[in-house]
């Protein structure tokens, strides 16, 4: 079966109460329009896609039609705004007094009002949950395309490395990882690279700035790249020209121990244990770890579901206790340890787990 409408079938035995869902978009497209479709091509601004158990219908603008008609697949219509009164009668037949789901996280109110005032469901149902649940278990196009996006991101992360001069800024660093991303076959950033100098690094997402690379420092790097529309997100940490003195040893252990709170938690991850569990254990393990002088220094949560989205649902966090590990989930893995007015560390990997464990992809 196409996996596309297998993805249809899912949310229909998830939501078992709906009739129709309607994904809509905005000025930026819902991620779920690409899951739903697979259309790399074209913005598809403000168009409706209609999703049924088993075929969908696609409301699109004349600039666009061609090629919607160009990427169609066996079960789905294209229909043109233009074309009203079929646009409006296929509305109304999937819509007047039905129950519908839409994706409450990404639909504005305003559209939410729109539709009830124009079609007049029975009921509109917020099914993000269940969309998320959903695209939580990859297939295996969408593992291969998340680990050809995780493999280009870790060969930028050693081809920078010889760029790396006392004196640099942040700002050119940055850029030089996005040419070097994209010179390995990136899409584009799948974030804005954070890229970090010295103390700057005890800021989890600090932006890039004018900040000169000076030696001695710890360089982070969080930086994702995109393929087929799927998202990387990896991280690095690396002490610039190391001294033998006592800040080095501090950064050092930081390093050692954030890398082995990375690693317990992969060893640890087995199907069926609560997503919570896996961010207790590396964050037991840095609390505990020197004396106690890292506790409360981890201060985000281990990490989160990668996908179309770069945060694409649940993750490795304290609010995912009801959540069990399942084969086919692509987490982040990505401890880190945080001093302010001194630095910080974190290593980032892209996790698939299986039912054998936890793999970097
Ligand atoms: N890479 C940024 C983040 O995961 O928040
Ligand atoms: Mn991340």
């Known amino acids: 079966m196409n996996p596309i409408i297998n993805r249809y079938r899912k949310i229909f035995e998830k939501e078992m109460g709906i009739d129709t869902v309607v994904i ?27 999703v049924k158990k088993d075929h969908s219908y696609l409301l699109t603008y004349d600039l666009e039609y061609q090629d919607a008609m160009r990427q169609r697949f066996n079960g789905i219509e294209i229909i043109k705004m ?10 109304l037949k999937e819509i007047r007094g039905k129950t519908v789901g839409i994706n409450g996280e990404f639909l504005p109110l305003n559209n939410c009002n729109r539709i009830k005032e124009s079609y007049k469901p029975k009921r509109l149902i ?36 010889k760029h790396f001069k006392v004196g640099i800024t942040e700002v050119e660093l940055a850029r030089k990882f996005d040419e070097i991303s994209g010179n390995l076959g990136s899409e584009g950033p799948s974030f804005d690279t954070i890229v970090c100098f010295g103390s700057n690094a005890a800021l989890p ?28 997100d990896i991280t690095r940490s690396f002490i610039f020209q190391k001294k033998n003195d006592d ?21 640890s991850i087995r199907e069926g244990m609560p997503l919570s569990r896996v961010h207790y254990i ?33 993750g490795f966090g304290p609010a995912y206790s009801n959540i069990n590990a399942k084969a086919g989930m692509v987490i982040t893995d990505e401890p880190g340890i945080y001093i302010k007015g001194f630095g ?18």
Do not use: W
């Open 205 to 232: 997402h600090h932006s890039p700035d004018s900040t000169k690379l000076r030696k001695g420092d710890i360089i982070l790097i969080d930086a994702g790249a995109k393929f087929n529309r799927y998202c990387s």
């Open 82 to 91: 233009s074309d009203e009164q079929k646009a409006r009668k296929l509305l």
């Open 282 to 314: 590396a964050l037991d393990y840095i609390n505990k770890k020197a004396n106690g002088r890292y506790n409360g220094k981890f201060i985000h949560s281990l990490g989160h579901s990668l996908g179309i989205d770069v945060h694409d649902g649940p």
């Open 24 to 50: 809509m978009n905005t000025g930026v497209q819902d991620p779920n329009f690409y899951y739903f479709t697979g259309f790399r091509s074209s913005l598809f601004e403000k168009c409706i896609l209609i």
């Open 126 to 161: 917020d099914i993000s949950r269940s969309l998320a649940d959903t695209r939580m278990i990859k297939d295996n196009t969408e593992i291969a395309n998340i680990k050809r996006a995780a493999k280009i991101t870790k060969r930028a992360m050693q081809l920078i490395q």
């Open 247 to 267: 800040d080095y040893r501090k950064k050092k252990e930081m390093y050692d121990t954030v890398k082995e709170a990375h690693d317990l938690a992969l060893r």
């Open 344 to 361: 910080g560390i974190r290593i980032e990997d892209d996790v698939l787990i299986t039912e054998k464990g936890a793999v970097i992809l």
